[in-house]
């Protein structure tokens, strides 16, 4: 349980730093990488929408500068009543450095309230293994 704490601290401490001025709706990401690393990360908000990026995508791109690529875990956390998903892209960010059993942890802000395996997130994705290992075959054949 010690490292979901950390996990939602973490994203909680993220979520602080958020640049939404013009949602009013931050978010704040964390993950623990294969390596046990937590990396976090905060949706920034640009005025010319939707250049804008998510708090998931924030947390994936320290993760992957870290030198790390495997997500273990992921926390979110938003504003609002209900714990927050992430979005459709952001599902098919995670998905490219997740299993089937990553967990991706909902919180309200009052802590973690639900989880759901990526399985469950993005059932049937597409991903790397669906691309041909050789391109220049795939791309020639009838």
Avoid: W
């Amino acid at each position: 349980m010690r490292d979901l704490d950390e996990l939602f601290e973490a994203a909680k401490a993220a979520r602080a730093r958020a640049y939404a001025p013009y949602s009013n709706f931050p978010v704040g990401a964390a993950l623990r990488s294969a390596g046990g690393a937590i990396h976090a990360g905060c949706n920034v908000e640009n005025a010319a929408y939707p250049t804008g990026s998510c708090a998931e995508a924030n947390a994936i791109a320290a993760m992957v500068i870290a030198g790390d690529s495997r997500i273990i875990d992921i926390a979110v956390i938003g504003a609002g009543a209900e714990p927050v998903t992430p979005c459709g892209a952001c599902r098919q960010r995670i998905h490219e450095f997740a299993t089937a059993e990553t967990r991706i942890h909902l919180s309200d802000g009052r802590g973690v309230r639900k989880f759901y395996f990526m399985a469950d997130l993005l059932p049937h994705a597409f991903g790397p293994e669906n691309l041909a290992p050789d391109r220049n075959a795939a791309e020639n054949t009838p």
